[in-house]
Each structure stands twice: as C-alpha cells, then as structure tokens.
Nanobody, 125 residues
Framework: QVQLVESGGGLVQAGGSLRLSCAASGRTLSSYAMGWFRQAPGKEREFVAAITWSGGSTYYTNSVKGRFTISADSAKNTVYLQMNSLKPEDTAVYYC??????????????????WGQGTQVTVSS
C-alpha cells in the first residue's frame, strides 16, 4: 500500500504561483511513476503532469507546459508541482497519484493505483 498526502493548495491571484507537495509513505519503492491530476467542478478528472521515479522523465498536458514543473525528491519520497503564471482556468482540486506499473500510458487516470485526498487550488481573476 502507498499513502499519499497533498499540501500547498490555496487562493492566489491570476499570474501568481503555488507549489504543491505530495508526501508518499508505505511501499513507495513499488511505484513506477507519480502523477498530478485535477478536477474542476462539473468536469472529469484530468491529467496534469507526471514523473517517473527512475530516470526522472517528465510529462505534461499541453495547457500547463511552460508554466508548471513537476519534480521529485526520492530521499524524501515527495513529489512537487510548481505552478507559475496561474490562470483562473487552473482552478480545481489537485490530486496526487501513484502508478505501480509501466503500462497503459502515463496520462490515463485509470492506470494509477493510489490517490491522495486532494488539495484545492483557486485562482482569482
């Protein structure tokens, strides 16, 4: 089992920045990658970014490329999402997730095995 706890959400004005953290505990060595997803009211949960533990390969959805950066500190079992130049459309609950196996692609949410409880990010215009 892997437990995930997100933190760092909050209210920020458009153009501002936030850094989300996801602390992982449990059998973290069994996971292949960590991802960030978000879900706005009335919308499906969508992929935002992901990083592999081995090699540190990163992946982003097009709408956040150049603005968000995902990183990982393996010594702390923590994954970060640095969000810059935030826009009102970035408003959502952000979830951290762990993917055990390298199958099914990096973006589909149904390929992730463990989820955090989510943290709210609100960007005001």
């Amino acid at each position: 089992q892997v437990q995930l706890v997100e933190s760092g959400g909050g209210l920020v004005q458009a153009g501002g920045s936030l850094r989300l953290s996801c602390a992982a505990s449990g059998r973290t060595l069994s996971s292949y990658a960590m991802g960030w997803f978000r879900q706005a009211p009335g919308k499906e949960r969508e992929f935002v970014a992901a990083i592999t533990w081995s090699g540190g390969s990163t992946y982003y959805t097009n709408s956040v490329k150049g603005r968000f950066t995902i990183s990982a500190d393996s010594a702390k079992n923590t994954v970060y999402l640095q969000m810059n130049s935030l826009k009102p459309e970035d408003t959502a609950v952000y979830y951290c997730a762990a993917k055990r196996r390298e199958v099914g692609g990096i973006a589909p949410k149904n390929t992730y095995d463990y989820w955090g409880q989510g943290t709210q990010v609100t960007v005001s215009s």
